[in-house]
């Protein structure tokens, strides 16, 4: 998910590489008839990037999922959400 979100933004001209895009991820798990289980996983977004940038920004946050393997991938299996902050 951080190379497809990262992608898009430099697609736009919004530089998210040197590590000016950094992502944290927590999960839920859950125990199903006595095996883990993953349930749910947030992904929180960093990005160094202008404040000019932030209506860009969150265009494409709300669209890269449409175009990411792994999140096409997992989200069936369980529930997937993302959120950015802008440093």
């Given at each position: ?59 494409v946050h709300k669209v890269y999922k449409d ?17 950015y902050q802008l440093v």
């Amino acid at each position: 998910m951080l190379g497809t979100f990262g992608g898009a933004l430099e697609a736009r001209k919004i530089n998210a590489s040197d590590e000016r895009l950094i992502a944290e991820v927590t999960g839920e798990i859950e125990s199903d008839e006595g095996v883990l289980v993953i349930r749910r996983v947030h992904v929180k977004f960093t990005l160094r990037a202008s404040d000019e940038a932030g209506e860009t920004i969150k265009r494409v946050h709300k669209v890269y999922k449409d175009q990411c393997p792994v999140y096409r991938s997992l989200q069936p299996a369980f529930a997937i959400t993302s959120s950015y902050q802008l440093v």
